[in-house]
């Protein structure tokens, strides 16, 4: 019987290994690049899939290229193709990761400063604190205790000091007792001064000084657990917390000039954008009663405060906070490539002149813009809408398609100019709905109004100029918010009456810049 052995010409063809090794290169590359966009949560399913068709496509050009052994020139741009896959591959997931790392940087903060110095005056000779370690310190007797006391402790620890304190009911009484020698140096908060440059009679207080030393005290800021955002709570609120100061840094506790709610709509896509004036006199969430003090002071006392303080105000929940140095915001701007700006004036500051109506504006432009006041009689009003107009303009540029050419370097300058509260996993919610709904949003902004006074307030004890709420706008702010969708808790106790100007003088001092 004859056997009938297979024909070794008929056998199928293998694939050569040039081509099998190229291939699984580009499969590497697929799940690699793959994993990293599931991994940011940023990327919708559909962007993701269309991805994955990419590469499948990218595999049938190389097999095609590659599968024939007597066609070297195919192979050899095949195997050149696979490398520029793999190089293209590679440079896509570290930018990705990179991206990624420098949002995560910003967000989930959870972490203020206070810098709290030693300060002699400026004729006193000494330079350490081991000069003057016998001499009497002066420090509060109720406002920042606890971080002096932490400042006063550090000191023991690492200098080996124990220093002889007295305590001053106020800053006033604090600044009058090294005025007059009756103390040789004091124990301050940094943040502090600011109030000295505000008040009469104790404006270059601050220019007297020398610190000799300086402590940072770190505190955690309490954050709530991570909501889940869901159909029937589709209201984010989150505080943009500002300084338009030249000196400060992000984490530092301080005044805050720009104190701006952004209520966020994720069904309706809508944003109202509601500013308080800095010098709103509002009762301080600070845990003592009836604390009124200017807006602006909530902020020296931490961000717990400051969202407490509008929440009382306006009867919301704020969920979390950026923090902005508007200086650094420049970069962010110029990053952007400008701004479109809208201005209710037409008006001038320095080298810049803006239009009524729509100004583009750089980085710088944009910066003079937000912080001009002199130029409205309105004053700070005018300032905190200019504010919400750059903001906006910000949102708008962010939202269109231009900002993909330069996000690396507006991530970079995000890095240098903000922090928040947000959890990464909210933000890349956000950016993941966008994307798959390519939604058009709608932006409204507003601005709650108050009359001029003098009244005395919690952190200084003396009177200085301030701004009476007036009810009937802190009431239209409320109903905004209420049909963006918060819940509004309305309490008529958390209206400032303004009976409490009766003290006041009839004519305001201009606000502290």
């Known amino acids: 019987m004859k056997i009938q052995r297979d024909n070794p010409s008929k056998k199928t063809p293998r694939l050569p290994r040039i081509c099998i090794a190229d291939l699984v290169l580009v499969l590497l590359a697929a799940i690699v690049l793959t994993s990293v966009l599931l991994a940011t949560h940023l990327v919708p399913t559909a962007y993701i899939l269309g991805v994955v068709?990419?590469?499948?496509?990218?595999?049938v050009l190389v097999c095609f290229l590659t599968r024939n052994r007597q066609r070297r020139k195919l192979q050899a741009a095949g195997t050149v193709f696979t490398a520029f896959v793999l190089v293209v591959s590679a440079i896509a997931g570290y930018y990705i990761t990179w991206t990624v790392n420098a949002v995560q940087s910003v967000v989930n903060a959870s972490v203020e400063r206070s810098t709290v110095s030693f300060y002699t005056m400026q004729d006193n000779a000494a330079e350490t604190l081991e000069e003057i370690q016998n001499a009497d310190f002066g420090i509060l007797q109720t406002l920042d205790h606890a971080n002096t006391d932490t400042t006063l402790q550090q000191v023991e620890v690492e200098h080996g000091l124990t220093l002889n304190t007295t305590e001053y009911g106020s800053l006033i009484q604090l600044a009058d007792a090294l005025r007059d020698g009756e103390v040789d140096a004091i124990v301050l908060n940094e943040a502090y001064l600011a109030l000295y440059e505000e008040t009469p009679g104790y404006e270059d207080f601050p220019a007297q000084l020398k610190a000799i030393s300086t402590q940072q005290v770190e505190h955690v800021v309490e954050t709530e657990p991570e909501p889940e955002q869901s159909k029937e709570d589709p209201v984010i609120n989150i505080l943009i917390s500002g300084s338009d100061t030249r000196s400060s840094t992000i984490d530092a506790r301080g005044r805050s000039d720009v104190n701006i709610i952004a209520s966020i709509n994720t069904e309706t896509h809508q944003i109202l954008?509601?500013?308080?004036?800095?010098?709103?006199?509002?009762?301080?969430?600070?845990?003592?009663?009836?604390?009124?003090?200017?807006?602006?002071?909530?902020?020296?006392?931490?961000?717990?405060?400051?969202?407490?303080?509008?929440?009382n105000l306006y009867g919301i929940d704020i969920d979390y906070y950026f923090r902005i140095n508007f200086t650094g915001f420049v970069d962010v701007i110029d990053a952007l490539g400008g701004i479109e700006v809208y201005s209710d004036y037409d008006f001038s500051v320095g080298d810049y002149h803006y239009v009524?109506?729509?100004?583009?504006?750089?980085?710088?432009?944009?910066?003079?813009?937000?912080?001009?006041?002199?130029?409205?009689?309105?004053?700070?009003r005018q300032r905190g809408n200019n504010q919400m107009a750059v903001i906006e303009a910000v949102f708008q540029k962010?939202?269109?398609?231009?900002?993909?050419?330069g996000y690396l370097s507006i991530l970079e300058s995000v890095q240098d100019c903000i922090d928040t509260s947000v959890p990464y996993s909210v933000l890349a919610d956000l950016v993941r709905k966008q994307l798959e709904d390519n939604a058009?949003?709608?932006i409204d902004s507003f601005s709650v109004n108050g009359s001029d006074a003098h009244s005395t307030t919690y952190s200084m004890n003396q009177q200085l100029y301030v701004m009476i709420p007036d009810e009937a706008t802190v009431q239209?702010?409320?109903?905004?918010?209420?049909?963006?969708?918060?819940?509004?808790i309305q309490d008529e106790a958390q209206s400032v009456s303004t009976d409490q100007s009766d003290d006041s003088t009839e004519s305001a001092l201009e606000p502290a810049a």
């Open 53 to 59: 068709f990419v590469y499948l496509g990218v595999a």
């Open 273 to 311: 954008l509601l500013s308080t004036p800095r010098d709103y006199f509002v009762p301080l969430d600070v845990g003592v009663e009836d604390a009124y003090d200017k807006l602006t002071h909530a902020g020296i006392y931490g961000m717990d405060v400051l969202m407490g303080t509008l929440e």
């Open 356 to 380: 009524q109506g729509m100004n583009a504006l750089s980085g710088e432009g944009a910066l003079a813009f937000a912080r001009e006041r002199h130029s409205f009689s309105e004053g700070d």
């Open 398 to 405: 962010a939202l269109s398609p231009s900002i993909l050419t």
């Open 440 to 442: 058009a949003w709608s």
């Open 476 to 488: 239209e702010a409320k109903q905004k918010l209420e049909a963006l969708g918060n819940t509004v």
